[in-house]
């Protein structure tokens, strides 16, 4: 065991400079857990542990008793939380060991991790390009191999989009699934954590690993079953799968539509039956997920004010200027404007105008999903609409529609497991891939569907530097 | 060292509790941890 968590250092130290996936390295916690977790092999009590001695990488939004947990940002940047997060938990009872914390944007808010206080990560397909975000380096560490597998979350693509980029499986899980218990919040009625790891299987096992319902989240909700990895056994005969019409009237890469049907041919031939279906309600997705996430974010970095814990501001008059000193020089520039937009929506004047609204909206695509699962099983769609743009030309001060949002935020909206997995190589060699939306509680589902799908591809992997 | 970086993460498991974690086939171990 401690063979394995060495190589893996060894690995990480080699190859960090390059693609800047961790924020911190847990070198001295990772050699005492495989010191610990050899003994439990060796004395049987994890042989019922599928995931017993592998190296995780942890998003840096999860908290991690006794290691700093930054959320990518200045005013958390020497904060040390003294309490592990429930998967944290779950994962080292399961004998999986933590080789360190990733980048990510900060506090979640981005898609590229060029938000981040400590500098974007680099995708291991080509370094020039970004692995996607927020949960890019949790991505990035899994494709260099820095990591066996690692954990992200996702509010409105972050752990689906990194994964397409870096040509991994991501799974976000239906909200409820797995506990927020230790995750700092974003926005509290979509942030799920999921797996990202290199194919089906490890995805489905660590999914089961982190899942189930935790009293200490009032939210979780309890199911019979988490044995996700059953249904790798099944085939997708006589599956449902509806295609939306709507996603192929936005601007996509002309490859990536090329593939997408590619892969909807490889899914008939497996004996799915495929459907196109109006979908038109998704149109208002990403309006409806920029109020609530904002207003919801608002909310939730409020306790940041450099008295109860985090960055501090040096010189201060008094207790009110503390509040502004500190904010001000803590946050980032994307966080600060989340923050004003979601001010300004939860507002006396606007708050019917803008966050009840969008309330509406989003029981409107609640419904549309409803019904279309009234007739599929799960709904395919690509994952972006482009493949992982160069770093140099993400302007992080000129805010565009995000094309991962576009595809991916009305799952966040709605609630629903959804996953995306690699369907293939664009013109330049970077990954492409497709999105697998289940219903509620449907992860079995996506993951037979995207089990299936993988065995028809060989594993892409990217040139290592 | 390689082999055990890029090793599929059930792999991984099952070779070490099989105390040989150099024996992968490089197949998907999925059905075998089942």
Redesign the interface.
């Known amino acids: 065991m401690q063979e394995v968590v060495k190589a893996q250092l060894e690995t990480v130290y080699k190859r960090e400079p390059v693609y800047n996936s961790y924020i911190t390295v847990m070198e001295k916690e990772a050699l005492d857990q495989a010191e610990e977790v050899q003994k439990r092999i060796d004395s049987g009590e994890l042989d019922c542990s599928p995931l017993a001695g592998v190296t995780i990488a942890i998003k840096d939004n999860i908290c991690t008793k006794g290691t700093r947990t930054t959320c990518a940002s200045k005013i958390l940047e020497n904060y040390v939380p003294p309490y592990d997060a429930t998967v944290i938990e779950k994962l080292k009872k399961a004998g999986v060991v933590l080789i360190g914390k990733t980048n990510m944007d900060e506090f979640a808010m981005g898609d590229s991790t060029k938000t981040s206080y400590f500098g974007a990560s680099k995708n291991p397909w080509d370094i020039k390009c970004t692995p996607g975000g927020s949960s890019g380096g949790s991505a990035a560490a899994v494709a260099a191999e820095e990591a066996h597998v690692s954990l992200g979350s996702d509010t409105g693509g972050s752990i689906r989009q990194p994964a397409s980029y870096c040509g991994l499986v991501g799974i976000k899980p239906t909200y409820g699934t797995v506990s927020r218990y230790g995750l700092i919040a974003f926005a509290s009625s979509l942030d799920q954590i999921g797996p990202i790891c290199r194919n089906v299987p490890d995805c489905a096992a660590l999914l089961e690993a982190i899942s189930g319902h935790d009293p200490k989240d009032s939210t979780s909700a309890g199911q019979k079953s988490y044995d996700y990895r059953q249904a790798l056994l099944d085939d997708i005969k006589g599956m449902k799968i509806g295609v939306p019409k709507v996603y192929f009237e936005e601007k996509m890469q002309e490859d990536i539509r090329k593939i997408f049907l590619d892969a909807v041919n490889t899914f008939k031939d497996l004996g799915a039956r495929i459907e196109l279906f109006g979908f038109d309600a998704v149109k208002y997705s990403v309006q409806t997920y920029h109020v609530i996430a904002c207003a919801e974010a608002c909310s939730n970095l409020a306790r940041y004010d450099g008295v109860k814990y985090g960055f501090r501001a040096d010189n201060y008059a008094n207790l009110e200027d503390l509040y502004k000193k500190t904010r001000g020089e803590g946050f980032g520039y994307e966080v600060k404007r989340r923050i004003m937009l979601g001010a300004f929506v939860l507002s006396k004047d606007n708050f019917e105008k803008y966050y009840n609204k969008a309330r509406k909206i989003r029981r409107i695509i609640c419904e549309a999903y409803e019904n279309a699962f009234e007739r599929y099983d799960i709904i395919l769609c690509p994952e972006t609409l482009e493949t992982a743009p160069l770093l140099a030309d993400i302007d992080i001060t000129e805010p565009k529609k995000s094309s991962s949002l576009t595809l991916n935020s009305s799952v966040n909206l709605a609630g629903l497991p959804a996953a995306s997995i690699p369907c293939g190589l664009d013109k330049n060699g970077m990954p492409v891939g497709i999105q697998l939306i289940g219903k509620r509680f449907g992860e079995k589902d996506i993951i037979r569907a995207a089990y299936s799908f993988e065995r028809t591809r060989s594993y892409e992997r990217p040139e290592i530097i | 060292?390689?082999e055990?970086?890029?090793?599929?993460?059930?792999q991984?498991?099952?070779n070490?509790?099989q105390g040989d974690?150099r024996a992968g086939s490089g197949q998907?171990?999925?059905g075998d941890?089942?």
Do not use: D, F, H
Request: aromatic fraction near 0%; glycine fraction near 0%; charge should be neutral.
């Open positions: 060292m390689q055990i970086t890029s090793m599929s993460a059930l991984l498991a099952e070490q509790k974690i998907s171990p999925a941890c089942l």
